[in-house]
T-cell receptor, first 116, second 112 residues
Framework: DTEVTQTPKHLVMGMTNKKSLKCEQHMGHRAMYWYKQKAKKPPELMFVYSYEKLSINESVPSRFSPECPNSSLLNLHLHALQPEDSALYLC???????????????FGAGSRLTVL | GEDVEQSLFLSVREGDSSVINCTYT??????LYWYKQEPGAGLQLLTYIFSNMDMKQDQRLTVLLNKKDKHLSLRIADTQTGDSAIYFC????????????FGRGTSLIVHP
């Protein structure tokens, strides 16, 4: 299995809703990432988990809450979002490459979020 | 710091070669990546090269690295309409942060 699976593919939510995005990989990767991507822009890093511990939080607002229940799963809990949070949310995974070599990320297809 | 620059658009005819360019800042011990993103999809790794290499070839793809000018290019031979996508150059520093820094992406449009 060489895939990263993201669900749902599309999500529409109101500003008072609570929802979650889910990501799963079975490649044995120990680093998992959340990126946010707006149209015509590169992916922006939000969070990195390394060996199931949060290692990087790029000053993301607290209305986004990541969770890594185990080495194969990564969730992004959403609460009280704003319309400007509408974007494609990408999950990725890799073998941690700190100081040892290339860090090749495998991306999921993304969850398209629309906040009304 | 890391900074990756790309031109935003490229338009070619089907069957021609495409050359997508990228410049980067850190050079001593760097991995450089090319990712492809089709509309509504995630990013797919095409290839990567370490900064001590000059060239890497994989079927229709050729990566050239000019270390002196910190310039990276991706050449796609015999470009097809299915190659239409956004191509992202990315850089990660060996011994530093291992998180790739992405350029803004080059939108490749292939005309029949």
């Amino acid at each position: 299995d060489t895939e990263v699976t993201q669900t749902p593919k599309h999500l529409v939510m109101g500003m008072t809703n609570k929802k979650s995005l889910k990501c799963e990989q079975h490649m044995g990767h120990r680093a998992m990432y959340w990126y946010k991507q707006k149209a015509k822009k590169p992916p922006e890093l939000m969070f990195v988990y390394s060996y199931e511990k949060l290692s990087i939080n790029e000053s993301v607002p607290s209305r986004f809450s990541p969770e890594c229940p185990n080495s194969s799963l990564l969730n992004l809990h959403l609460h009280a979002l704003q319309p400007e949070d509408s974007a494609l949310y990408l999950c990725a995974s890799s073998q941690p490459g700190q100081g040892t070599g290339a860090n090749v990320l495998t991306f999921g297809a993304g969850s398209r979020l629309t906040v009304l | 710091g890391e900074d990756v620059e790309q031109s935003l658009f490229l338009s070619v005819r089907e069957g021609d070669s495409s050359v997508i360019n990228c410049t980067y800042t850190d050079s001593s011990s760097t991995y450089l990546y090319w990712y492809k993103q089709e509309p509504g999809a995630g990013l797919q790794l095409l290839t990567y090269i370490f900064s001590n290499m000059d060239m890497k070839q994989d079927q229709r793809l050729t990566v050239l690295l000019n270390k002196k000018d910190k310039h990276l290019s991706l050449r796609i031979a015999d470009t097809q309409t299915g190659d239409s996508a956004i191509y992202f150059c990315a850089e990660s520093i060996r011994g530093g942060s291992y998180i790739p820094t992405f350029g803004r992406g080059t939108s490749l449009i292939v005309h029949p």
